[in-house]
């Protein structure tokens, strides 16, 4: 396999999470979103995905892009260890955790927009993520118990531990959200949320290496 991706983006982050569980080694072809006036935009990575976005997945002969397309690509070819719980209720609260924020948080503050807000771009961004988070932690406390959904790792912790990550960033006041604190703690012990994290991966500036 060979993943196109950028260190700091969340949503490349949720795919190489995804590949560490899974145990699938893969090679990394770097696509700097700012470099160059943003290498996505190049017609050679165009070629490979039209939306000119990360990540993109070269696997089993096919290419794949949206991050979630990719995961659940992933759970069906190589189902172990699961990303999906089998009940159907919590399978359901996985994907809407999963949605919140791949739909509901993560646009509204990527690259794209953010360029858009010029110098309100901090503020716009903690406005959005503040909004998702308020709803998240509400969320959390009916579904979680070590992670997410009980006590799995599952589809909507690869979605989460990048969304904290940009909250961060962003400097959102986290205080008000104990239940995403706690998960996002516990997830950043995993040796596949360690290994896939922005301050260690091939492209990572050297300031920003772990």
Known sequence: PILYSYFRSSCSWRVRIALALKGISYDLVPVNLLKDGGQQFSAEFKAVNPMQQVPALKIDGIILSQSLAIIHYLEETRPNPRLLPQDPKKRAQVRMV????????????????????GEKKME????????????????????????????????????????VFNAERYKVDMG???????????????????????????????ELQA
């Open 98 to 117: 999963a949605d919140h924020v791949v739909s509901g948080i993560q646009p509204l503050q990527n690259l794209a927009v953010l360029k858009q807000m």
């Open 124 to 163: 716009w961004a903690q406005k959005h993520i503040t909004a998702g988070f308020q709803a998240l932690e509400q969320i959390l406390q009916h579904t979680a118990g070590c992670y997410c959904v009980g006590d799995e790792v599952s589809m909507a912790d690869l979605c989460l531990v990048p969304q």
């Open 176 to 206: 008000p959200y104990p239940t995403i604190t706690r998960i996002n703690k516990a997830l950043l012990e995993l040796e596949a949320f360690k290994v896939s994290h922005p301050s260690r991966q091939p492209d990572t500036p050297a």
